[in-house]
């Protein structure tokens, strides 16, 4: 598969594949730098089928010691450079034996550790002559879990030729999402821009800077884009998609941003780190309902629970029992709604609300809450209840400061004209804090 990306590289070899820090490399310098960064891991004694960590961003260099490391078929690691504290624990969860670290200055540092991890997984990537890709979930309930890929296999989706496109790498590196983002821009001879600031204003400058054409996005950071209504300030008419996934998306967002950018286009994508990204079709720009699938993906819907069986789909977990049944489907712990061939994505099992039996779904109650005026973020959760299991409550983000017997009485007045009781808050608190984790996703805990 890499021999793909390496002819795709020298047919575009005088155009630029990346701008970092407004200077722009061509594709020549890539090919040339994955060649000098596969020298580098002969010279630190790095062997292939070794697990190595990668901590860095989407830096020229980064991308190239990615490249070089799949070429030597080893197991690789990607993490943030910005995580240091957790990084050290995933690196001996994955039993990583080298660390390659790169800075914002596209310097390297080499370090070996006395690690001996010889999992299962490991053993048949090592046997295949494959390169591996060990990614972790959020861990937000919980301890990250760490799931092997076959590397060869993820990347197989981007054989086929798409659209070009002058692209903002805005997910991270060490989420498929990113990665994703980098493999589907560079194999089909597009441009990334990288960038590290991911604030509104920053992304709006950028965009209109370097005339970007998509931008991937979490529905958390196309909220706060709308209220910081930095989009008036530049020029954005360069921007033909964007993509929105990692998190349900409220429909009132969803609506607001079609508003507001009424001639780009809006697609709804699902992907998890255990299988990779579906190619997905939106009903039309201003539905929930999406289509998923593509080659290599078949899934199905038991007991109102989203099944996805991939080609793509990883070896397992280093620490965690399989998710999948015994026919080789993955429990993606999706609930959905079915009409015909498209799916609506209701949220998480987890997050689920049991209220005296009745289910209710946060994103359901947040995207009626967002419809109010000055409210700027809702976070919906649930608390116990002696007598109902559960009661729904809400944690709002105001604009302008408002006296909470008020908001709260126009909050539950405006519920009961589009929610069911059982779905409407019992108890609301007004917080100042940003609800969002540093990957734009909804904090919930």
């Not at 109010?372 to 983000?397: Q, S, Y």
Request: aromatic share 10%; glycine share 6%.
């Amino acid at each position: 598969m890499i021999n793909h990306f390496l002819d795709k590289f020298k047919l575009h070899y005088n155009k630029t594949f990346i701008i970092y820090n407004e200077i722009s490399y061509e594709y020549d310098w890539l090919i040339k730098n994955i060649d000098l960064c596969h020298g580098l891991l002969k010279n630190n004694n790095i062997l292939s089928g070794e697990v190595v960590s990668l901590n860095g961003d989407f830096t020229p260099r980064t991308i190239s010691m990615l490249f070089a490391l799949i070429i030597n078929n080893n197991i690789i690691v990607p993490l943030d450079y910005n995580h240091i504290k957790k990084n050290h624990n995933k690196s001996i969860l994955a039993g990583v034996k080298h660390s390659i670290s790169i800075d914002d200055l596209d310097n390297l540092t080499f370090t070996t550790n006395s690690i001996q991890f010889n999992h299962t997984f490991y053993i048949e990537l090592r046997l295949k002559n494959h390169p591996g890709l060990v990614l972790f979930t959020s861990g937000t309930s919980g301890i990250p879990k760490a799931a092997v890929h076959d590397f060869t296999r993820l990347l197989k989706k981007f054989v086929e030729s798409k659209r070009q496109l002058r692209t903002i790498n805005f997910l991270l590196f060490d989420h498929w999402g990113g990665l994703n983002t980098m493999f589907h821009t560079l194999s089909n001879g597009g441009v990334v821009i990288a960038i590290k600031d991911r604030r509104p204003q920053n992304i709006c400058l950028n965009i209109e800077k370097f005339k970007i054409e998509l931008l991937p996005a979490s529905p958390t950071f196309l909220n706060l884009l709308l209220l910081s209504e930095e989009y008036r300030n530049y020029d954005l008419s360069s921007l033909k998609l964007i993509t929105y996934g990692t998190e349900p998306m409220p429909l009132s967002t969803l609506e607001r941003v079609k508003n507001i950018f009424p001639n780009i286009k809006l697609l709804q994508t699902y992907g998890l780190i255990e299988l990779g990204v579906l190619s997905s079709k939106s009903k039309n720009d201003n539905s929930l309902w999406v289509k998923v699938g593509g080659e290599g993906f078949e899934t199905r819907v038991v007991n109102d629970m989203l099944e996805i069986k991939a080609y793509s789909a990883m070896l397992g977990y280093l620490n965690a029992k399989s998710p999948f049944t015994d026919d080789g489907w993955f429990m993606t712990g999706d609930q959905v709604e079915v009409d015909g061939e498209f799916i609506k994505i209701l949220g998480r099992k987890s997050e689920i609300i049991n209220v005296g039996g009745e289910k209710v779904y946060p994103a359901e109650v947040e995207s009626v809450i967002h419809e109010l005026d000055n409210v700027a973020e809702v976070t919906v959760f649930a608390e116990k209840n002696p007598i109902l299991g559960n009661i729904v409550c809400a944690r709002v983000r105001l604009i302008k400061q408002e006296e909470i017997k008020l908001f709260t009485n126009r909050l539950k007045t405006y519920c009961k004209t589009r929610l069911q009781n059982f779905k409407i808050p019992i108890k609301v608190m007004l917080v100042d804090e940003i609800q969002i984790t540093d990957r734009f996703k909804k904090k919930r805990i």
